[in-house]
């Protein structure tokens, strides 16, 4: 312990960065505020992660469950996560608000989310109505996500201008790798096999479906631990340094008299609906849809989309790097555009098959034949999809490359848009505005997977994904041509020595943060405000 504790030292921050000396908080609050961010990572890595886990093994469990259940009934159990959050993430905004704290919702969220998923993975119990209890489990898993709107709103009253930017890009960064780890975690227990093992007199089955929540019990229940006192400290920062730097007396008084572009911010808020509706259609229809085109068993299903999904996280890693150096070579509403809303309007576009041939038709199940499910002859696209002989078959060649595009204009484009929205909206508590780009994220999330497979399941290939290749275009003409109206404004800044004697006479207090409402109008201020 000795030996951490000299390595810690070694390694910590001696000293305040040059850039954030100014007098508004000591090198230790700094520590602290920075630490409190990062357990924000990882908490919003872990939400993400708990959407994405059972992506791709969802319908292979919920056959095993019930095999009358149906492709349009799993579209509702993946929609059930993010129409929980989109539900409750307005409540435990205003909790949070109420409270002035977000420590107690967040500590409670994890303990709903930890039983959640520990729920998920008692399904194998075989309750009555299984299919049902799959849904509520699904849906009680995104009430406890919809502490991401808490989150959001923390880190932008936690961070200074400056930092707004990496932070935003880091929280980008963790929700992403959550929705790619998340079906990575499912491929790696899939050795586990269907049956798996029993444990606990026969009350915990641990196989290659319900490993998946058994790992968020594990991890939530770290997230718990790390918000507890002494660990997690809350350190709000953003307004007092907005009211430092425009030299005024009142903190809210001096946000409230810069008007954010609201065209800008809802261009933003609706690009992000139709970037995250694309995304969750690859990770929704992925499994079923391998299986339908390519004749590949369940376990084959899982365990190649699995090794897609881990070169696509490490795809998605190398892209991250990337995007701080493009941005320095061109703009970012442009490399927004053109590097993210193009590649995925391309990876849509390669998913519309040009097979010579229609996908290999599936025999219906004859138990009378002893022949094992994974049988060939029962492989291939099923004959209650009537368009399975019909519409030609999505090459392997074609999924491979619309995937790649997708794994490097995703990330390109969730972080830009958050990063734009963030500056778009200036220096100012950007928890309400946050909501609504969470909403946003929830209903797509909610309304692709529905949308989605009834149309997979009803129409087939060429009209899923021809409608969102349509989305995709025409949100990346409608972003070009407003283009010159995501270009942040820009402040009058104080010198370093100003700060520090502002900061004295007007102490370091904060007053309660009052958040602005998105549909509301508030006078300019003195500050100038440039746009192109």
């Known amino acids: ?314 795809v998605s890693l190398v892209t991250f790097v990337l995007i701080e150096p493009m941005c320095k070579l061109f703009a970012e509403r442009y490399v927004l555009i053109w590097g993210g809303f193009s590649l995925m309007f391309l990876g849509r576009v390669l998913f519309v098959p040009w097979g010579p041939d229609p996908p290999k038709l599936a025999q219906p199940f004859n138990a009378s034949l002893n022949l094992s499910a994974d049988d060939p002859i029962y492989l291939g696209c099923p004959h209650t999809q009537e368009w399975c002989g019909e519409i030609p078959a999505l090459t392997l060649t074609q999924f491979i490359i619309g995937f790649a595009f997708t794994s490097v204009g995703y990330p390109i484009g969730v972080t830009l848009i958050q990063t734009i929205f963030s500056k778009v909206l200036g220096p100012r508590p950007q928890g309400v505005w946050m909501g609504w780009m969470t909403g946003s994220g929830c209903l797509s999330r909610a309304l692709g997977p529905v949308f989605v497979s009834s149309i997979y399941a009803r129409l087939g290939t060429n009209w899923t994904f021809g409608v969102t290749s349509f989305m995709m275009l025409i949100s990346m003409i409608w972003l070009q041509f407003s283009n010159r109206l995501l270009i942040p404004p820009t402040f009058d800044k104080a010198t370093p020595v100003e700060l520090q004697e502002l900061s004295k006479h007007n102490g370091t207090k904060p007053e309660e943060d009052e958040e602005d409402d998105p549909n509301s109008d508030h006078h300019s201020s003195h500050n100038s405000l440039s746009k192109a």
């Open 1 to 314: 312990m000795e030996c951490v504790r000299r390595l810690s030292n070694r390694l910590g921050t001696k000293r305040l960065p040059e850039d954030v000396d100014d007098g508004l908080e000591t090198l230790e609050e700094y520590k602290q505020r920075w630490r409190s961010v990062r357990i924000i990572y990882f908490t919003m890595f872990l939400m993400a992660l708990g959407f994405s886990i059972i992506l791709t093994g969802i319908w292979p469990f919920l056959d095993k469950l019930d095999p009358n259940a149906g492709k349009e009934f799993m579209g509702l159990i993946v929609a059930a996560n993010p129409l929980g959050q989109m539900i409750f993430s307005p409540i435990f905004g205003w909790w949070g608000n109420k409270l002035g704290k977000i420590r107690l919702p967040l500590l409670i969220s994890l303990a709903l989310f930890t039983f959640a998923s520990g729920l998920y993975s008692s399904l194998e119990l075989r309750p009555d109505n299984v299919k049902y209890w799959m849904l509520v489990s699904r849906f009680l898993i995104g009430v406890s996500s919809a502490n991401i709107a808490l989150c959001r709103s923390y880190l932008s009253a936690a961070t200074r201008i400056s930092e707004r930017t990496h932070a935003v890009s880091m929280v980008s960064l963790a929700q992403v790798l959550g929705f790619i780890i998340g079906p990575t975690l499912q491929a790696a227990v899939t050795p586990l096999g269907d049956h798996g093992h029993v444990w606990l007199w026969g009350k915990m089955h641990f196989n290659m479906y319900t490993a998946s929540g058994w790992i968020n019990v594990l991890m939530s229940i770290g997230n718990f631990i790390m918000f507890l006192p002494g660990i997690f400290e809350e350190h709000k920062i953003a307004a007092r340094e907005v009211m430092v730097m425009q030299g005024g007396t009142s903190e809210k008084e001096t946000w409230k008299g810069i008007k954010p572009n609201y065209f800008s911010a809802w261009t933003l808020i609706i690009a992000f609906f139709v970037l995250v509706f694309n995304f969750v259609l690859l990770e929704t229809l992925g499994t079923s849809l391998t299986m339908d085109m390519f004749a590949w068993s369940k376990d084959e299903a899982l365990w190649y989309m699995g090794i897609m999904m881990t070169t696509a996280a490490i």
